[in-house]
């Protein structure tokens, strides 16, 4: 899979003189059960079959389809380029677009919708004697670590024996849970993961989130009710269903930000919207996924217009661009922006398909 600092590497590669070529290409059970995909390929790479400029792009292409490529991969993503022998390869566990582009740069629009699409979320499952930690990322749950304390039983006999063992048991069960927390912010970290959930019994879900470290408050989305000894299946189902409320959520508070604002901290359409990028102003972008629209580059100063006419800042001629949405796109994540897709919204597309968020 494909992560952020891969994506900012590629936005920052430019072929110049030299065509970039990205080849989009999903790997189906059954193509690659009688290896279809290199007829997909070859059909993809039409367009630079005969460019005597590209001839080595194609053979080198079909060379590592032929012979290297993962075969447990639902989806292939290959950048190429006669400059600097460029050649990356991110092998993708969903079906992507199929799609080859040639450009002068690396067509990255479907990797940023994939990494905005599809955040890494962490799971801890905890309650007073036992925590499992998952990852779920595209749809799938893994388990990563399970960490059993041995917590001595609730004394049953009165007197001060037993409040002074309750309080013993009380203080494993607060050293159990201290370290969940801490193996899950040093997992949390390492796996780069975005987001976090918390599952288990209510009344212990509540009492470990305040023991959490403040990174991982942060991160926290939601609580799921959930036996930890529940299977890997019904985890994996009550979780992904979670989420796709806590997404369904966000998306209706995004939109809602950008029409409580609209005027003052927000804007709609694509001309407002490259007017604030312009200026590095826009914190959030929100984008209908099949938005495209022609329009002007400057090569220097990546100053983008819907119309043609010299570069504002240095004076240059603006190039054809043939998405510029897809210059909006890759601009705001170079400049750290959030990207969100939202597809059939219709409150988006009575904006235009396209708004913002303004950090200032």
Known sequence: MVTREQVLELVDFKGDKHPVISLYLSLSPERLKNRGFLVEAKNLLRVIENNPVLEGEYKRILDFLQTKFDPSSRSIVIFTSPKDNF?????????????????????????????????????????????????????????????????????????????????????????????????ALYFFKREQLDRLIIGGPHEIVTHFKNILHIYLIRRFVGFLVVDIEASTQEVEKKVLSLIKKIEVEDDYKLMKRVLDNMGKMAVAGVEDVIGML?????????????????????????????????????????????????????????LSGEVHFLANNKKLKELGSIAAILRW
Not at 87 to 107: D, H, L, M, W
Not at 110 to 116: A, F, K, P
Not at 306 to 320: A, F, M, N, S, Y
Request: glycine residues 6%; positive net charge.
């Open 87 to 183: 050649f990356q390869i991110y092998n993708i566990p969903i079906p992507v677009k199929n799609a080859c582009i040639v450009s002068r740069e690396p067509y990255i629009k479907q990797l940023i919708w994939l990494l905005e699409q599809y955040e890494k979320y962490c799971l801890i499952l905890v309650d007073t004697k036992k925590a499992k930690i998952f990852s779920i990322h595209m749809g799938k749950l893994v388990e990563h670590t399970s960490i059993l304390d041995e917590v001595p039983g609730w004394h049953k006999q009165g007197g001060w024996s037993q409040a002074r063992f309750q309080r013993h048991i009380e203080q494993h069960i607060y050293e159990h849970m201290k370290k969940v927390a801490d193996t």
């Open 278 to 334: 312009n200026q590095g102003r826009i914190q959030v972008l929100l984008v209908n996924p099949e938005l495209k629209m022609k329009g002007w580059l400057c090569s220097k100063c990546h100053m983008i217009k819907t119309v043609q006419k010299p570069c504002e800042i240095c004076g240059r001629d603006l190039e054809k661009s043939g998405d510029i949405i897809e210059n909006i796109i890759e601009q705001n994540f170079e």
